[in-house]
């Protein structure tokens, strides 16, 4: 297995959310989430015969993917973690990160600070996207539009089907980790589709894979680039991960939807990207610890999880 670095380029709006209303798809998604990645290059490479069976490969992936986040200007943008704050009054980042990962490590609480040197509160940053040392504030372009509904089998409108929805503009690019079987060392460059409405021209993206740029940092404290499943120990493929500390904000949200058995997954507690966790590594993880160890749930895999990446690592993807 090799751990590569994805970089998609959107050659069409793409229609990426994260939450289903009544009207449609209407709350964007700054990031593509590491299953919907992951769906989206196995579906091209079993279009293009690399890959045999979707129900073997949903049972037994042998690709991984992290969340994709935007590129910057000024490189990758990365979860801010649960220990960066912003100051509006000085326009400055405060960042704890790694003055409080010996705290961490040897058990004692951190020391959250909740106003800046000049007195003003500070904001956290937990929850958005960063780029660059520092630490700015990253977004993706998107526009709203109404579309409406076409009948497949008649080829027309159908009545009452408006759909509301935000796209992400075409020509925002995204990096993400990737775990790939060698055989498909020859696959440099692909055509997928990332998101809703493919066959009306949305969503199609250009990905080109390269060897990921990380060196092996040292364990014990993690970020997590992905959200986290708040489990004492995950274990796959080899592979073994004990939590011991995780420093973050759950949230419930729906696992998703399975098109392999076409029925809507069930919901998780997760906790959200940017957490900082204490963690116990051991087994054969390789790069499998930075695209995240699947974990079953009931009859359903879960990805797209619990990719962790130690705290050496996530600065030197942030390009310092
Ligand atoms: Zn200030």
């Known amino acids: 297995m090799r751990l590569l670095e994805a970089r998609i380029r959107l050659e069409s709006p793409a229609i990426i959310t994260t939450r289903r209303t009544e009207r449609g798809f209407v709350k964007p998604s700054e990031s593509i989430p590491g299953s919907t990645l992951r769906g989206a290059i196995v579906t091209a490479l079993l279009r293009e015969g690399r890959v045999s069976s979707a129900e073997e490969e949903s049972r037994k992936p042998t690709i991984l993917a ?41 058990g004692s609480e951190p020391e959250i600070r909740l106003t800046h040197a000049c007195g003003e509160p500070l ?52 990096w993400a980790l990737m775990l790939a079987p060698d055989a498909l060392e020859e696959v440099k460059e692909m055509e997928i ?86 963690a116990e590594v051991d087994g054969e993880c390789g790069g499998l610890l930075s695209v995240g160890l699947p974990v079953r749930l009931e009859d359903f895999l879960l990805t797209g999880v619990n990719a962790l990446i130690p705290v050496s690592s996530y600065y030197q993807l942030l390009g310092e």
């Open 66 to 106: 992290s969340p994709a986040y935007p590129l910057h200007p000024g490189g990758r943008s990365l979860p801010a973690t649960l220990f960066m704050w912003y100051c509006e009054k000085c326009r400055e980042a405060v960042d704890l990160t790694r003055d409080l990962k010996e705290s961490l490590l040897t």
């Open 123 to 174: 904001r956290p940053l937990y929850g958005s996207l960063i780029a660059t040392k520092r630490l700015e504030r990253v977004g993706v372009r998107s526009f709203r539009a109404t579309s409406v509904a076409i009948s497949k089998s008649r080829g027309s409108a159908v009545k009452g089907m408006l759909f509301d929805y935000e796209a992400v503009a075409e020509g925002t690019e995204f």
């Open 193 to 278: 589709f990332v998101g809703r409405g493919a066959s009306r021209g949305f969503g199609r993206a250009r990905v080109t894979f390269s060897p990921a740029p990380l060196q092996s940092g040292e364990g014990g404290v993690f970020i997590a680039l992905s959200p986290l499943t708040p489990l004492g120990e995950i274990e796959w493929g080899g592979c073994r991960v004990r939590l011991k500390r995780a420093f973050g904000r759950t949230l419930r949200t729906m696992a998703g939807w399975d098109y392999v058995r076409n029925a809507p997954r069930p919901f998780v507690s997760l906790v959200q990207r940017g957490s900082v966790v204490v």
